[in-house]
């Protein structure tokens, strides 16, 4: 079955540097890839969604890249704010074509004024 | 107003009683999902729902049980809640399309004791 893998560990940051966020899966490469942001206490919030032909998509300072030989994603914020200090969570398709999602357990962000 | 609401927002209980969540939309989605969050866990699906006739179990619909009532009511219950249930609830929506995203409610904190 699928599995994703997200780091567990926080990611502390100072303000104005990028922020990079991994994810990684183990078995087959979805039709796409989606990123959220979930702050404490709240419902995830879509972000950013790339499909398995693209290699990279970009919105306002969000860059998400789709690398399917190295089975990975990877999330960046540049010029990174304290009000980017959130947990974001990547989310793949089940490939079963029901556009069901599998979610990630999420990297937390910190960034330090 | 929030497209996709749930109450209550937190509740505790006790170890054998019956708790019903609720979600409600007013995004006109067809899909509705339920979901528990527990740290280090990232969200799993308990069950899922594509239209008013079609209800699904996901990967851990032992000791939940659901009802559609209408496109825009989608309730999960327990019906003899224990321990290892209290968690982090979402309920969420989508379209059905390919590539869909899903819109997530603000949550219910369960706490069973």
């Known amino acids: 079955s699928q599995k994703i893998e997200q780091n567990s560990e926080a990611l502390n940051i100072q303000e104005g540097k990028t922020a990079t966020l991994t994810c990684n899966y183990t078995n087959y490469s979805p039709a796409y890839l989606q990123w959220y942001r979930q702050d404490p206490g709240r419902g995830p919030v879509f972000l950013l969604l790339i499909r398995e032909n693209e290699k990279e998509k970009r919105k306002e300072r969000l860059k998400v890249t789709f690398d399917t030989t190295l089975k990975q994603s990877l999330f960046h914020i540049t010029a990174s704010q304290p009000a980017d200090s959130a947990t974001y969570l990547c989310?793949?398709?089940?490939?079963?074509?029901?556009?069901?999602?599998?979610f990630g357990s999420g990297t937390r962000l910190l960034v330090r004024p | 107003d929030a497209d996709v609401t749930q109450t209550p927002r937190n509740r505790i209980t006790k170890t054998g009683k019956r708790i019903m969540l609720e979600c409600s939309q007013t995004k006109g989605h067809d899909r509705m999902y339920w979901y528990r969050q527990d740290p280090g866990l990232g969200l799993r699906l308990i069950y899922y729902s594509f239209d008013v006739k079609d209800i699904n179990k996901g990967e851990i619909s032992d000791g939940y049980s659901v009802s559609r009532q209408a496109q825009a009511k989608f309730s999960l219950s327990l019906e003899s809640a224990i321990p290892n249930q209290t968690a982090l609830y979402f309920c969420?929506?989508?379209?059905?399309?390919?590539?869909?995203?899903?819109?997530f409610g603000p949550g219910t904190r369960l706490t069973v004791l």
């Open positions: 969420a929506t989508s379209r059905g399309l390919a590539a869909d995203t899903q819109y």
């Open positions: 989310a793949l398709d089940m490939m079963d074509s029901s556009y069901k999602l599998i």
